[in-house]
């Protein structure tokens, strides 16, 4: 099996930061890609950020230069460093992994999301 948990989530008021954190487990046999996607009330889930193993990344427009996404690879974890909030990023922060099982099956797997809500 494979837990990918997020934490870090809370209550920030605009112009504030948060770090959240994901960190994938299990029969892992190795990541090509972490990525955070994030859903607000009525709206489509979208990609916020992501990572390939290769260290590279992709930002939504609506985030680059304020949300900055890095990795600690020996600890299989993700992370998504957010200044300048804006009540606008108020949505469930989703973590997906993209990897493979030592099984040698590659998928896609998705934690439970951590709520962010920003207050004006």
């Known amino acids: 099996q494979v837990q990918v948990v997020e934490s870090g989530g809370g209550l920030v008021q605009a112009g504030g930061s948060l770090r959240l954190s994901c960190a994938a487990s299990g029969s892992i046999f190795s990541i090509y890609a972490m990525n955070w996607y994030r859903q607000a009330p009525g709206k489509q889930r979208e990609l916020v950020a992501a990572?390939?193993?290769?260290?590279?990344?992709n930002y939504a427009d609506s985030v680059k230069g304020r949300f900055t996404i890095s990795r600690d690879n020996a600890k299989n974890t993700v992370y998504l460093q957010m200044n300048s909030l804006k009540p606008e990023d108020t949505a469930v922060y989703y973590c997906?992994?993209?990897?493979?099982?030592?099984?040698?099956?590659?998928?896609?797997?998705w934690g439970q999301g951590t709520q962010v809500t920003v207050s004006s």
């Open positions: 990572m390939s193993s290769g260290s590279n990344t």
């Open positions: 997906n992994v993209h990897l493979s099982l030592r099984s040698g099956r590659r998928g896609d797997y």
